[in-house]
């Protein structure tokens, strides 16, 4: 019951910009639209959230479409550490007692 | 900052034995979870916890598995019997509201 469409693969290169797109047609008017990261061998890292307003924070900034049927998480000067599996995952509630279901997410490579 | 730890990182054991996995989630954190990941795959849900119940579980979640938190320290997920199907990572999470912290799972390894 995947809820959010993400590339399976994207590429960029230490220092540029990467957007990573999430499309989420079916959003409920509820649903957060969560951000996070994991890389090999590691525990998911949380990126970011919103409901409706672009947030941003020390490691991304996550611009939500106006619809809300899309998002995409932006990444400024990428460095090799960013290189991880970005997941879009949609969460009915900001507590607690919702869980978080993952999907495939986006392999983000960066290259020296 | 916070951190969830996940007691012992690696575990060995053979098929059948009972097996304890423990996670120190954030101290004022309400909220916990469990997810298996097994190499390669994507990540799991096994179960959610709170005020001493079981909120959710999945299908993966099997009857040989419990979940408990004693003396309100560690989170524990426990496993008896062990099959070899259950070797996988398994990550802790906890939050009080909010974005989950995850721990750096423990590797177990059923043989």
């Known amino acids: 019951d995947a809820k959010t469409t993400q590339p399976d693969s994207m590429e960029s290169t230490e220092g540029e910009t990467v957007h990573l797109p999430c499309s989420h047609a079916?959003?409920?008017?509820?649903?957060?639209i969560y951000w996070y990261r994991q890389v090999p061998l590691q525990g998911p890292e949380y990126v970011t959230h919103g409901l409706q307003q672009n947030t941003t924070n020390s490691m991304a900034f996550l611009a939500i479409a106006s619809d809300r049927k899309s998002s995409t998480l932006i990444l400024p000067h990428v460095s090799l550490r960013d290189a991880a599996v970005y997941h879009c995952i949609l969460r009915a509630s900001n507590y607690g007692n919702e869980k978080i279901t993952f999907g495939a997410g986006t392999k983000l490579t960066i290259k020296p | 900052g916070p951190k969830v730890l996940q007691i012992p990182s690696h575990q060995i054991i053979d098929m059948g034995q009972m097996v304890t996995l423990n996670c120190d989630p954030v101290?004022?954190?309400?909220?916990f979870y469990w997810y298996k990941q097994i190499l390669g795959q994507q990540m799991e849900f096994l179960v959610n916890f709170y005020n001493g119940k079981v909120m959710e579980k999945s299908k993966l979640f099997k009857d040989q598995f419990s979940v408990e938190r004693p003396d309100g320290s560690y989170f524990t997920l426990k496993i008896q019997p062990t099959a070899l199907e259950d070797s996988a990572v398994y990550f802790c999470?906890?939050?009080?509201?909010?974005?989950?912290?995850f721990g750096e799972g423990t590797r177990l390894s059923v043989l």
């Open positions: 999470a906890s939050s009080l509201k909010g974005a989950p912290l």
């Open positions: 079916t959003i409920s008017g509820n649903e957060y």
């Open positions: 101290s004022n954190h309400l909220y």
